[in-house]
């Protein structure tokens, strides 16, 4: 769209003349450039995406209830679910999936959704997991399957600066479990600001009540073992 002509974004760089106080030179024409920047774009979006059909992609857009019809039609999804269903099963069946029961478990589900719900739309996956997986887990993990796929490389590119910033002050002196560990923790725990620190705190009194009960008994049980030790050491003396 853009490489015949300035998009929006170019428009206004193009109107700024000043930055932190220097003032911006050039050509004026960058059209060769946009078109070279264009094109490597592309060309990495395609590689990101190499292994997923475009049909692949149409049919994960059932995963969004923004995209769900207003009101309910019998065939809404139908074609998708059996795309996708076809595409994963090995991944399904690995994972336990009755794969012939997703396509009828799809049109029930989606049958009392439109009837419980007014504003399809503004439902989550969430609220729907919560209250249906018992009944229909079969179409709800095809779904869960779908929406933890990656739209892009991002959060692969956010683990490894991550991990990087952890192995340089730890020094890289940590295990590879231990590197794991703190990697998923910093990736999937809450903003420190949001973070409620109140069931971890519990977690450790806990553990450490339980370690000094498990220590007090071992030295209860040792004390135990060197007086009957000393007993027994006494009764053979005196005889």
């Known amino acids: 769209m853009y490489q015949a002509r300035s998009g929006p974004r170019e428009r206004l760089v193009e109107t700024i003349t000043q ?18 920047l264009l094109r490597n ?37 139908e074609v998708e ?11 399904l069946e690995h994972a336990n999936v009755k794969v012939h ?5 799809w049109n029930m589900l989606k049958v009392e ?3 419980r719900y007014q504003s399809i739309r503004s439902l989550n996956w969430d609220l729907v997991n919560t209250d249906y997986f018992h009944k229909y887990p079969n179409i709800l993990t095809l779904v869960d399957l779908i929406l933890t796929l ?7 590119a956010r683990g490894f600066c991550q991990m ?15 590197m ?21 705190i519990q977690l450790w009194n806990i553990s450490c009540q339980r370690n000094r009960k498990l220590q007090a008994s071992q030295e209860k049980s040792d004390s135990s073992s060197d007086t009957e030790s000393l007993e027994r050491e006494s009764s053979f003396g005196s005889d």
């Not at 990656?150 to 692969?156: F, V």
């Not at 990087?164 to 231990?178: D, F, G, H, P, Y």
């Open 41 to 77: 774009l592309l060309n990495q979006l395609r590689d990101c995406f190499c292994d997923a059909s475009e049909e692949i992609l149409r049919a994960s857009t059932i995963g969004s209830f923004k995209l769900w019809p207003d009101k309910i039609k019998p065939e809404f999804g």
């Open 19 to 36: 930055f932190h106080g220097y003032h911006l030179v050039g050509d004026g024409n960058i059209s060769a450039v946009r078109i070279e």
């Open 101 to 105: 029961e997703i396509e009828t478990e």
């Open 180 to 200: 794991t560990d703190l990697i998923v923790i910093q990736m999937n725990s809450p903003d420190i600001s949001r973070f409620d620190p109140e069931k971890a």
């Open 164 to 178: 990087k910033a952890t192995m340089m002050q730890r020094q890289s002196k940590l295990m590879l479990e231990n």
């Open 113 to 115: 959704l439109y009837n």
């Open 81 to 91: 679910v059996s795309v996708l269903t076809k595409y994963y099963e090995p991944v």
């Open 150 to 156: 990656p739209a892009g490389s991002d959060e692969a």
